[in-house]
């Protein structure tokens, strides 16, 4: 069984940071590679930002690259996405995710494991 938990999110003026973190309750958890995703009022669930298992490779959303950072601690077992220069469409449902497969994944079908989503709000 595996649980993601995300926390940090909350209100954030334009231009604003925050930090989001999702912590990792599996045995393995260096064996998962892990996404962000995020879900805006009345519309899709997007793919955000994807790392590999040991950090090494990361892939971004053009929305999001040069603004946020992602990155993992193994031995804490927890993912973290830095978001800067925060802007309104950034305004979402924040969902951290895990699977274990081959390759570089975006799609929502290739995460197996899902966390419960933290509130990002981006307005003045």
């Known amino acids: 069984q595996v649980q993601l938990v995300e926390s940090g999110g909350g209100l954030v003026q334009p231009g604003g940071s925050l930090r989001l973190s999702c912590r990792v309750f599996a045995r393995t958890f260096s064996s998962y590679y892990l996404g962000w995703f995020r879900q805006a009022p009345g519309k899709e669930r997007e793919f955000v930002v994807f790392?590999?298992?040991?950090?090494?490779?990361?892939h971004y959303a053009d929305s999001v690259k040069g603004r946020f950072t992602i990155s993992r601690d193994n031995t804490k077992n927890t993912v973290y996405l830095q978001m800067n220069s925060l802007k309104p469409e950034d305004t979402a449902v924040y969902y951290c995710?895990?699977?274990?497969?081959?390759?570089?994944?975006?799609?929502?079908?290739?995460?197996?494991?899902w966390g419960r989503g933290t509130q990002v709000t981006v307005s003045s």
């Open positions: 995710a895990a699977g274990r497969r081959d390759g570089i994944r975006v799609m929502s079908d290739d995460y197996d494991y």
């Open positions: 790392v590999s298992w040991n950090g090494g490779t990361t």
